[in-house]
C-alpha cells in the first residue's frame, strides 16, 4: 500500500480493528466480566463489569494520546512529532520483546477495581500507545499541511478527533470482549477461558513495532 | 512460556474434577534421626500401570537436616486470573521447604516424573536476609506470586519478632520479601488459604519454634501458650482486617480450607485438641454483612486407654486424645476428611449445610492405642496424618508421619514410612483400598502428598461451578 492510499477510512479502520483485537484478547479482560457474571448469577453483573473495563481502556488512550494531540498543534515540528511517536511504538515493542516480566503492580489492584486494572493495563501492554502513530495518520488527513490556520483551531480539531479516535476504539474493544464474555457466560461456560486464551506477548509487542514502522514509513515518505 | 494455558489449570472446582485423574503422586520423606538427606518420592498411581503404588523415583537431596513438612506447586488454577496475568506459566516446578533447615528446593517435574530433578536450591541466608522470616512452611500459588508462609521469625531460635508470609517470584524463584503490610496482632503463624475473586486471605496460628522443634513442650500447652486464633486479610492491601480468639484452651489451630468455589464464603478450620477435655474440633468461618464469624461446628471425643497402652505423655490422662492434625475438602465442598493423628481414624463429614457437619463415614488405621492395622494385614505406625484428595473427589490418599520430634513423644515405636488410600463413596463412605500400600526406604517418614495436575488443597479457582 502507497502513502496515498492510507486514507482516513483506512485508518479509521485500523483504530476499530485494534480495539476488536484488543477486546478479544482475555488480557484485557474479558474473564472478568464472565467472573462478575457467574459470582453473582446475573447477566446484569456481566454487562456492568464490562463498564469500568471499558472506561479505564478509553481513559489510558486518552492519557496517551491527549499530550500528541496537543502537540501536534505546533505545526512546524509535525513531522518530527509523528516521526518521534512512532520510534517510541516500536522502542516499546521491542521492549515488550526482550522483557517478558508482567509488571508485578498489575496484581496489587483487587478484584472491585476494574476499572483501574483496566486502565493499567492497557498502559502496561502498549495498548493506548498503539493508537497514537495511527491517530496521527488521521490528524494529518484531517487537518491538512497548510500551516496558516489559527492555533486555537488546531488544538480544538484535534482534541475532538482525539476523543473520537478514543471512543471509537473503545466501543470496538467493548463489543467484541463484550461479545466474548456473553458467549461465554451464556452458552460455552468458563471451559471457554482457558480453550480460547493465546500467549499474545510476541504477537502483541510485534504489533507495536509494525504499527509503529508503517507510521514512521508513512511519515518519511 | 506455553502459547496456551497449562491444560492442568480449570478456571472452575467443576472443570476441575472433570479433568483426566492423577497419575502420579508427589510425597516428601523426611529422615527423622537427620542421618540421611531428605527426599521427594514419586509413586506411581495410576490403577492400570505395572508399578502401580509403588516409589518409581526419588529425588534425594544434597543436605541433611531440611525436615520437609508442607510444600506446593509454583503455579496452579489461579493463573486464569486475568488480574494475575501469568496464564501461560506452566503447572511443572515443586516448592519444597525445609522446615527446620529453612532452605528452599526447586524440584522440575518435567518432561518426566520419574526424571523429576533439582531446579534450584534457596540458601536459609536468603530467607533471613530478604524476609526475616525462618521456617518455611505452606507453599501456595497465588496472584503475586508464590506465597511460602512461616513458623519463625528471625534470629536463632525464631523468636526474634512475628513470623508470616513471603512471596517469590513464580519464575525465577527469586525471594522477594515479606507479604504483610499490616499484620495487626498476629504474631504467631500456620496455614493460610484464600478467596481470590473476594480477595481475602485466612491464616492460622500453631507456635514459635522453641515450643515445637524439640518436641510438644507439655507446660506451654496445658498452659494454653500454642496458638489458639484466626486471621483474616485483605489479599491485595496485605492487611490484618480481623483477628478472631477461638478461646485459650482451643490449642494449635491449623488446617486452613476454604471452600473451593469462589462464590461460597466459608471454609474450615482444625483445631488439634482442647486442653480442658482433650477433644479435637472443626470450625466454620464465614462471612456474612462484611464481617467474619466462626463457630466450633463438629467436636471428636478422646478415647480412654489403659496406661501400658499411652506414651509417657498420655499416661496422666488415662485417653488417647483424637489430634486433629490435618483436614481437607474435596472439591465440590461436599466432603470434609478429618484426620485424627492419635486414635488413628481418617473420618468424612458431609458439609453441604458447612455449619452441621454430619459424620458420613470413618476407617481406623494405626492410633496410639488402637494400632489397627491395614486390611492387608500390615502394621501402620502412627496414624491417619496429612491427606490429600484426588480432584474427583473418589480416591483418599494420607501418610503417617506428623513431625519428627512429636513422633517420637506420641509414637515412640516409631512411625515406618506408609501411604494409603481409601475409596469415597458418591454419597459419603469410606473404605481402605487394599491393593494400595506405599513403602518407603528404611528409616524414611512419609509426610504431605500432592497429585500431577493439582488436587484439593493447592489449587485455587478465580470463576464459581456453573
Known amino acids: 500500500m502507497s502513502a496515498a492510499d492510507w486514507t482516513p477510512a483506512w485508518l479509521w479502520l485500523a483504530v476499530i480493528a485494534s480495539g476488536l483485537y484488543h477486546g478479544v484478547n482475555p488480557g484485557m479482560g474479558w474473564p472478568l466480566a464472565v467472573s462478575a457474571g457467574l459470582m453473582e448469577k446475573s447477566p446484569r453483573a456481566l454487562v456492568t463489569a464490562l463498564w469500568p473495563l471499558t472506561a479505564g481502556h478509553l481513559l489510558a488512550m486518552l492519557l496517551v494520546i491527549l499530550p500528541f494531540a496537543l502537540l501536534v498543534a505546533v505545526v512546524e515540528w509535525q513531522r518530527t512529532i509523528q516521526i518521534g511517536a512512532s520510534l517510541l511504538v516500536i522502542a516499546f515493542g521491542l521492549y515488550r520483546l526482550a522483557n517478558r516480566r508482567h509488571p508485578r503492580a498489575l496484581a496489587r489492584i483487587s478484584p472491585p477495581q476494574l476499572g483501574l486494572w483496566s486502565f493499567a493495563v492497557a498502559l502496561a501492554h502498549g495498548a493506548a500507545l498503539m493508537l497514537v502513530p495511527i491517530y496521527l495518520g488521521l490528524c494529518r488527513e484531517a487537518v491538512p499541511d497548510r500551516g496558516h490556520e489559527a492555533a486555537g483551531t488546531l488544538i480544538n480539531a484535534n482534541l475532538g478527533m482525539a476523543v473520537l479516535v478514543a471512543a471509537a476504539h473503545a466501543a470496538a474493544m467493548v463489543a467484541a470482549g463484550g461479545c466474548c464474555a456473553w458467549l461465554a457466560y451464556r452458552y460455552l461456560g468458563p471451559k471457554f477461558i482457558s480453550q480460547s486464551w493465546f500467549n499474545l506477548d510476541t504477537t502483541w509487542a510485534v504489533s507495536l513495532i509494525l504499527v509503529g514502522a508503517i507510521a514512521l514509513v508513512l511519515n518519511l515518505s | ?466
Open chain 2, 1 to 466: 512460556m506455553n502459547i496456551r494455558p497449562d491444560p492442568t489449570f480449570h478456571a472452575s472446582p467443576k472443570l476441575a474434577m472433570e479433568a483426566p485423574p492423577e497419575s502420579f503422586a508427589y510425597t516428601v520423606l523426611l529422615s527423622p534421626d537427620f542421618s540421611k538427606p531428605d527426599a521427594l518420592a514419586v509413586i506411581d498411581v495410576n490403577p492400570n500401570s505395572q508399578t502401580y503404588g509403588q516409589v518409581v523415583h526419588t529425588v534425594t537431596m544434597p543436605n541433611k537436616g531440611d525436615e520437609f513438612h508442607h510444600f506446593g506447586w509454583n503455579a496452579c488454577s489461579s493463573s486464569l486470573s486475568p488480574l494475575t496475568g501469568h496464564a501461560f506459566l506452566e503447572r511443572r516446578y515443586l516448592i519444597i521447604p525445609g522446615m527446620r533447615s529453612s532452605r528452599i528446593y526447586i524440584v522440575d517435574t518435567k518432561p518426566d516424573p520419574t526424571k523429576a530433578a533439582i531446579h534450584k536450591i534457596i540458601e536459609p541466608e536468603e530467607i533471613f536476609r530478604k524476609t526475616g522470616y525462618s521456617r518455611p512452611h505452606t507453599v501456595h500459588c497465588g496472584p503475586e506470586g508464590i506465597y511460602v508462609s512461616t513458623l519463625g521469625g528471625g534470629g536463632k531460635n525464631g523468636t526474634d519478632g512475628p513470623p508470616g508470609v513471603f512471596i517469590m517470584d513464580c519464575e525465577t524463584f527469586e525471594v522477594l520479601g515479606r507479604w504483610e503490610l499490616d499484620r495487626g496482632p498476629q504474631t504467631l503463624h500456620y496455614d493460610f488459604w484464600w478467596n481470590l475473586p473476594r480477595d481475602y486471605m485466612v491464616t492460622s496460628e500453631w507456635a514459635l519454634p522453641p515450643q515445637f522443634e524439640n518436641g510438644i513442650v507439655p507446660e506451654d500447652l496445658l498452659s494454653n501458650k500454642y496458638g489458639h486464633r484466626i486471621h483474616f486479610w485483605d489479599l491485595r492491601a496485605r492487611r490484618n482486617v480481623q483477628t478472631i480468639d477461638l478461646g485459650a484452651n482451643h490449642q494449635m489451630a491449623l488446617e486452613v480450607r476454604p471452600a473451593h468455589d469462589p462464590v461460597r464464603e466459608y471454609g474450615f478450620l482444625g483445631v488439634v485438641v482442647d486442653t480442658t477435655n482433650l477433644e479435637g474440633s472443626i470450625w466454620t468461618w464465614w462471612r456474612e454483612g462484611g464481617k467474619f464469624h466462626i463457630e466450633k461446628t463438629a467436636t471428636i471425643p478422646p478415647e480412654p486407654a489403659p496406661k501400658e497402652q499411652l506414651p509417657p505423655l498420655l499416661q496422666g490422662f488415662g485417653a488417647v486424645p483424637p489430634l486433629v492434625s490435618d483436614i481437607d475438602l474435596s472439591m465440590d465442598d461436599k466432603f470434609l476428611y478429618v484426620a485424627c493423628w492419635g486414635t488413628g481414624e481418617m473420618r468424612q463429614y458431609d458439609v453441604r449445610d458447612p455449619r452441621k457437619p454430619k459424620l458420613a463415614g470413618s476407617v481406623h488405621i494405626g492410633g496410639i492405642a488402637r494400632r489397627t492395622p491395614h486390611p492387608n494385614g500390615k502394621a501402620f505406625g502412627g496414624g491417619p496424618q496429612m491427606v490429600e484428595i484426588s480432584r474427583d473427589g473418589k480416591r483418599v490418599y494420607w501418610t503417617n508421619s506428623l513431625y519428627s520430634t512429636w513422633d517420637n513423644q506420641f509414637y515412640p515405636d516409631g512411625v515406618p514410612g506408609a501411604m494409603v488410600m481409601a475409596n469415597a463413596k458418591p454419597d459419603g463412605g469410606l473404605e481402605l483400598a487394599k491393593d494400595y500400600w506405599v513403602s518407603f526406604p528404611d528409616g524414611y517418614r512419609s509426610h504431605q502428598v500432592r497429585l500431577d495436575g493439582g488436587d484439593c488443597s493447592t489449587d485455587s479457582f478465580c470463576y464459581p461451578s456453573v
